[in-house]
């Protein structure tokens, strides 16, 4: 039997920001503030042995109203709740967890990789280290295969205007795509531009079979195992 959740909140903003993409904000009621580390994700539970977790967008500054990120397409039990989901109803969930957050106490520069959906966590991170003045040098690679799914985008090209620590490359995956999720542009522009990574970290997330390659390559360009940490949405 799974743990009952152990948060609520009340759903106060229902956005559709592309036609199969939906941002909600949950104002929090149990416990009244919500405390996370940027990256991180809360689970929606469908049963007793049944969950999906969605990650946090909002940073964590904010922690009296948080937003989530989802796509819809999936059409499971969590696209097709989140689907109907209203203003005013109220949401039950369980405490952020995991370990797509930055490495504590690190000053090396982070190149963060997303592909479509995986682009929430480092709108939550992103946020976070705007606030603070971008301490660290950060380099965000985002591929989606049609303009209107590259979400946030515009607020990326404001914080890399904003920012000189903060470089922005959107990429948009041209081919159709293969088995498996995008046609590769965005494996190669990465492969294109990062020659040398020894001494740096990354942040990867997005489909499993975008992540084990960019883990490879990574790799293979010097950087260390321990530096990379992802996340595989599908
Ligand atoms: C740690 C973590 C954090 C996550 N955070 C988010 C988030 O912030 N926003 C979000 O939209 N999703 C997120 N996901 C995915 C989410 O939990 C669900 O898997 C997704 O919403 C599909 O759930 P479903 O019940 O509708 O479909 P399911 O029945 O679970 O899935 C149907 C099929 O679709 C695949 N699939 C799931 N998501 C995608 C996708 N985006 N593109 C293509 N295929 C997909 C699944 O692998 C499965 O084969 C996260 C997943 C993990 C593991």
Redesign the pocket.
Known sequence: MAKAPNCKGRIVGVRWLAPDILELDVEMVEPAELHFEAGQ?VSLPFGPKTV????IASPPSERRVFR?????????????FLRGVKPGEELAFHSPL?NLTLIRGSSAEVILVAE??GI?PFRSILLGEAERGFPRRMRLYYGAPRRELLIYHEEFEELARRHSEFGYAPILEEAEPGPGGGSGDLLKLLARELPELAGREALICG?GKMVKACRELFMSRGMERRAIRY????
């Open positions: 994700w999906r977790p969605y990650t989530l990120c989802a796509d819809v397409t999936p059409g499971g039990v969590g696209s097709r995991g479509e959906i929430v489909g996340e595989k949405f599908w």
